[in-house]
Nanobody, 116 residues
Framework: QVQLVEFGGGLVQSGGSLRLSCAAS????????MSWYRQAPGKERELVAV????????NYADSGKGRFTISRDNAKNTVYLQMNSLKSEDTAVYYC?????????WGQGTQVTVSS
């Protein structure tokens, strides 16, 4: 079955960096676009970044443009989110997402906390 497992969250000071990873299994990873979402306390889950199946196209929410970089390694079935210049408002649980045949699959999430 489809499994998505996120790694790399933690506590970081404002202005710092983190790199999140998401290991995928149970489907042909290289065939599908992948996304990162996040959900802050009391807020709805929001899209952070998307990367095409081959990695040649990326899109970002305005909140992360210029600071976040999504990438993937299809040989390792892994998608990454490099986050730089972190702000307190980036504090959230970050989720990896795959949309396969009109169904959304989610990881368990990884907590990112940015202290000011």
């Amino acid at each position: 079955q489809v499994q998505l497992v996120e790694f790399g969250g933690g506590l970081v000071q404002s202005g710092g960096s983190l790199r999140l990873s998401c290991a995928a299994s149970g489907f042909t990873f290289s065939n599908y676009a992948m996304s990162w979402y996040r959900q802050a306390p009391g807020k709805e889950r929001e899209l952070v970044a998307v990367i095409s199946s081959a990695g040649g196209s990326t899109n970002y929410a305005d909140s992360g443009k210029g600071r976040f970089t999504i990438s993937r390694d299809n040989a390792k079935n892994t998608v990454y989110l490099q986050m730089n210049s972190l702000k307190s408002e980036d504090t959230a649980v970050y989720y990896c997402n795959a949309r396969i045949f009109q169904r959304y699959y989610w990881g368990q999430g990884t907590q990112v906390t940015v202290s000011s």
